[in-house]
């Protein structure tokens, strides 16, 4: 699902679960496992994050698997994503770089938003569709406001529209933008530029940023996955997942 290699002091991961990087437990799991492992080698001082499949980041979780989990599954992806992914990356000592291409939604935004740097190409496009399927981007409620102010943060969330990698960049979303066949290229850029730097003051200047800038974001995030939990036990969340595995609109405030 992934696949990780390391070339002049920078770990590459790139996610490779075809068509569309659908999240699942199992990549969420490889991935921190990854990140864990750049973390511990002395020889890597930078990690990339990118995609292996032209023209997707990641278009957010594998709803068909994600529709027939239990209520507890359910609850253990949602906790990875939202909560220990996160984790692990504020604990790692190295700056982590999200190089993105094409399409970035969903479950994809909470994977892009744990990076610390963000270089996308100027073709890519994100959003947050979880409405449209029966789902909450809500750990999003909690950060997105303070990066962009309610107005946006509430248009982007709640009407669940596609948005460019411009308007990314205006909104402060993404720190870079390239031509796509050059993303991979700033990204590994950046990275030999911070490997350059001191270990050791790289380690304690982003513990230290890490601090400044959580905002409560465990505590949001813990909030979050409860949020996203109660949801899934509704009728308006079934019918929003099957709506989408049947190809079709949902029929919404009915029981199915």
């Known amino acids: 699902m992934l696949t990780y290699k390391t070339h002049e002091g920078v770990a590459e991961i790139l996610l490779n679960n075809p068509p569309v990087n659908g999240i699942t437990s199992e990549l969420l799991d490889q991935l921190m496992a990854f990140l864990q492992q ?51 990356n504020s604990n790692l000592p190295k700056p982590v770089i999200g190089a993105i291409t094409g399409a970035v939604r969903g ?48 248009d ?21 933008l390239v031509p796509e066949n050059q993303v991979h290229h700033k990204a590994m850029e950046l990275a030999k530029m911070f490997a350059k730097k001191s270990p050791e003051l790289m380690r304690l200047g982003k513990a230290g940023f890490i601090r400044a800038t959580d905002n409560g974001y465990r505590q949001g995030a813990a909030n979050a996955v409860d949020l996203v939990s109660s949801v899934f036990g509704t009728a308006d969340c079934a019918e929003g997942l099957l709506a989408f595995v049947e190809k079709r609109k949902p029929v919404w405030g009915q029981s199915i």
Request: hydrophobic content about 45%; overall charge negative; glycine content about 10%.
């Open 156 to 176: 982007l969330l709640m009407s669940g529209r596609a948005f460019s990698a411009q308007e990314a960049l205006s909104l402060g979303l993404v720190s870079n």
């Open 107 to 154: 479950g994809g935004m909470s994977i892009a938003i744990t990076c610390d740097m963000l270089v996308a190409s100027d073709n890519a496009t994100f959003g947050y569709p979880e409405l449209e399927i029966g789902l909450l981007p809500s750990i999003h409620f909690h950060h997105l406001p303070r990066l962009v102010g309610k107005q946006r943060a509430f």
């Open 38 to 88: 750049a973390g511990a080698d002395h020889q890597v001082r930078a990690i990339v994050i990118g995609s292996a499949i032209p023209g997707r980041f990641c278009g957010g979780l594998d709803l068909h698997k994600f529709r027939e989990s239990s209520p507890s599954e359910a609850y253990e992806v949602v906790n990875k994503l939202y909560f220990q992914l996160y984790e692990v």
